[in-house]
């Protein structure tokens, strides 16, 4: 599957950015999703994650409460809605793929066989 963010920008402390992750080349269906941040000199985070069913999600700390994953399969894509930015959430933000027939949260980046190009964030003080 290819996938291509949109939604990123520059925004002040305290906004809103909804990230969005489109899918072309196989259906989303048989995909978990993770979206994941990787700042100037720091290893990919995974910042959320959603089953392949979207029955389950999961949010490190850093995020929780503030930032929500979601899936549409008949749009075929994925988005991230981050609400009360912070300049600590300035990044490049990247929506990942694993093909799977599991129902599990994967939280290692090895285990996203499939990568967008990633779209930056940047949230001033």
């Known amino acids: 599957v290819q996938l291509v963010e949109s939604g990123g920008g520059l925004v002040r402390a305290g906004d809103s950015l909804r990230l969005s992750c489109s899918a072309t080349g196989r259906t989303l269906l048989l995909y978990a999703m993770g979206w994941f941040r990787q700042a100037p000199g720091k290893d990919h985070e995974l910042i959320a994650a959603i089953t392949r069913s979207g029955g389950t999600m999961y949010y490190p700390d850093s995020v929780k409460g503030r930032f929500t994953i979601s899936k549409d399969n008949s749009q075929n894509m994925a988005f991230l809605q981050m609400t009360n930015l912070k300049p600590e959430d300035t990044a490049t933000y990247y929506c990942?793929?694993?093909?799977?027939?599991?129902?599990?949260?994967?939280?290692?980046?090895?285990?996203?066989?499939?990568w967008g190009q990633g779209t930056q964030v940047t949230v001033s003080s």
């Open positions: 990942a793929g694993r093909i799977t027939s599991d129902d599990r949260i994967a939280r290692s980046e090895y285990e996203y066989g499939d």
